[in-house]
T-cell receptor
Framework: GEDVEQSLFLSVREGDSSVINCTYT??????LYWYKQEPGAGLQLLTY?????DMKQDQRLTVLLNKKDKHLSLRIADTQTGDSAIYFC???????????FGTGTKLQVIP | EPEVTQTPSHQVTQMGQEVILRCVPI?????FYWYRQILGQKVEFLVS????????KSEIFDDQFSVERPDGSNFTLKIRSTKLEDSAMYFC?????????????FGEGSWLTVV
C-alpha cells in the first residue's frame, strides 16, 4: 500500500535553516502537504504543493518536489524556537482525497 | 479564517461505553473525514464521507465505528463498546469539492482516553 516516510528527528540552531525530508511511494499523488503539530495540539496545515509543481515558496517556507524520485522537502529559513514541533509530510490521491501521513519529524530548535 | 471545530477536546470514558465525537466542518466544504493518532504513532485515515454516505474507509473502521451527518452542520463519529486500544487523538477534517482542487483542513482533535 501507499507509504510515506520521514526521518524521525532533526535538531538545528536558532537562525539556521532546517530541511525536513520525505519520500512517498504513490506515483498518482495529486497534492503533497506539510502539517505542523505542536505538543498536545492539532494538525496545522503549513503549506501544500500540487504534483505538477517543482517548488513553492511561502515566506520562510520552501517546498521542493522531485516527482521522479518521489521526494519532498520542507525548508524553513531562519528557524525560530517557535518552529519546534512535529512536522508531518502527507500526500493525497484518488477521488476522495484520502490523506496518507508520514511518521512525522520532530524538529528541535536549540537557542 | 474558517476552521474545523471539534468537541469535546478531551473525553475520558470507561471501557465498554459508547462515545460520540462531534465536528463542525468548514461551512462550504463537502468532503468530511475522520483520522486518528494513537500516542506516538502515525496519523491514520479512518473514513471519508461525501454526499451523505461513506466514500472510503480503512480496515480500522470496523463495525464498532459509525459516522453521521445528523444536520446541516455537524459530522459525528460514534465508537461503540470502546476498548482500551481506542485511546487516541481523533481528528476531523474537511475539504472543498474535488472539482475546485482542495486542501484538507483538520480540527484541533478530540483526545479520547479509555480506562
Amino acid at each position: 500500500g501507499e507509504d510515506v516516510e520521514q526521518s524521525l528527528f532533526l535538531s538545528v540552531r536558532e537562525g539556521d535553516s532546517s530541511v525536513i525530508n520525505c519520500t512517498y511511494t504513490d506515483s498518482s499523488s495529486t497534492y503533497l502537504y506539510w502539517y505542523k503539530q505542536e505538543p498536545g495540539a492539532g494538525l496545522q496545515l503549513l503549506t501544500y504543493i500540487f504534483s505538477n509543481m517543482d517548488m513553492k515558496q511561502d515566506q520562510r517556507l520552501t517546498v521542493l518536489l522531485n516527482k521522479k524520485d518521489k521526494h519532498l522537502s520542507l525548508r524553513i529559513a531562519d528557524t525560530q524556537t517557535g518552529d519546534s514541533a512535529i512536522y508531518f509530510c502527507a500526500d493525497s490521491s484518488g477521488g476522495y482525497q484520502k490523506v496518507t501521513f508520514g511518521t512525522g519529524t520532530k524538529l528541535q530548535v536549540i537557542p | 479564517e474558517p476552521e474545523v471545530t471539534q468537541t469535546p477536546s478531551h473525553q475520558v470514558t470507561q471501557m465498554g461505553q459508547e462515545v460520540i465525537l462531534r465536528c463542525v466542518p468548514i461551512s462550504n466544504h463537502l468532503y468530511f473525514y475522520w483520522y486518528r493518532q494513537i500516542l506516538g504513532q502515525k496519523v491514520e485515515f479512518l473514513v471519508s464521507f461525501y454526499n451523505n454516505e461513506i466514500s472510503e474507509k480503512s480496515e480500522i473502521f470496523d463495525d464498532q465505528f459509525s459516522v453521521e451527518r445528523p444536520d446541516g452542520s455537524n459530522f459525528t463519529l460514534k465508537i461503540r463498546s470502546t476498548k482500551l486500544e481506542d485511546s487516541a487523538m481523533y481528528f476531523c477534517a474537511s475539504s472543498e469539492a474535488r472539482s475546485s482542487g482542495n486542501t484538507i483542513y483538520f480540527g484541533e482533535g478530540s483526545w479520547l482516553t479509555v480506562v
